[in-house]
């Protein structure tokens, strides 16, 4: 679950929060027609965001008809594709690479701009602790997070991952059943040295 000032409160927020998310999902004028039908996959995706930032701002600010009405309307769009992302989990900049299954566990938190592949879970584990993501974290295809883990900044889970320790490196790979580090962060263009005399 996000922080209190990470939630969606003001429309500047959700004006935010809806750039930074569809400019994954972009939408030109031939574009139109395929968004308003729902017969590609980045429309569906861009609609999904849209009703799950929409469902956040309305339960956050306290209109309690309009929440229920767009919470109704998620629930029925999530069911349909399997997009199972609940309300104030995740940050601006959530990319969802394509429409199959993803399930988030309503404790989970994500940072921002983070990266998930399908057929993907961050499942709850002893008392209902969910993973916490920090932000510009990719989570490959067929990954499994489990427990109250931790995965710091930038971390890349590595395909068919089974992540159960926390990973607070920033910038790692990790990968394998259980999830180890496979490599560090890359280092600078200029090998580490300083530009300075």
């Known amino acids: 679950m996000l922080s209190e000032e990470r939630k969606i409160k003001t429309r500047a927020q959700l004006r935010e929060y809806l750039e ?3 400019a994954r999902y972009p939408m030109s004028a031939r574009r139109v027609l395929p968004y308003l039908l729902q017969i590609s996959e980045g429309a569906i995706l861009r609609r999904h965001i849209v009703l799950l930032r929409k469902t956040e701002y309305y339960t956050n600010t306290g209109r309690r008809l309009l929440a229920k009405l767009y ?4 629930m029925k769009f999530q069911n349909r594709y399997c997009l199972h992302v609940p309300v104030n989990c995740a940050g ?3 990319w969802i690479a394509h429409v199959a299954p993803v399930l ?17 879970s961050l499942a709850g584990g002893e008392q209902d602790h969910a993973p916490t993501l920090g932000d510009h974290v990719t989570v490959g295809i067929g990954s499994l997070l489990v427990g109250g883990i931790r995965i710091a900044d930038g971390v890349n889970i590595g395909a068919g991952a089974v992540v159960t320790r926390d990973f607070l490196e920033p910038g790692v790979t990790i990968a394998g059943v259980p999830a180890k580090k496979l490599g560090g962060p890359k280092p600078p263009e200029n090998g580490g040295q300083s530009d300075a005399p």
């Open 20 to 22: 930074a998310d569809c």
């Open 104 to 120: 988030i566990n309503g404790n989970a938190t994500l940072g921002e701009y983070c990266f998930l592949a399908p057929m993907i």
């Open 71 to 74: 919470h109704a309307r998620l």
């Open 92 to 94: 601006k900049g959530l």
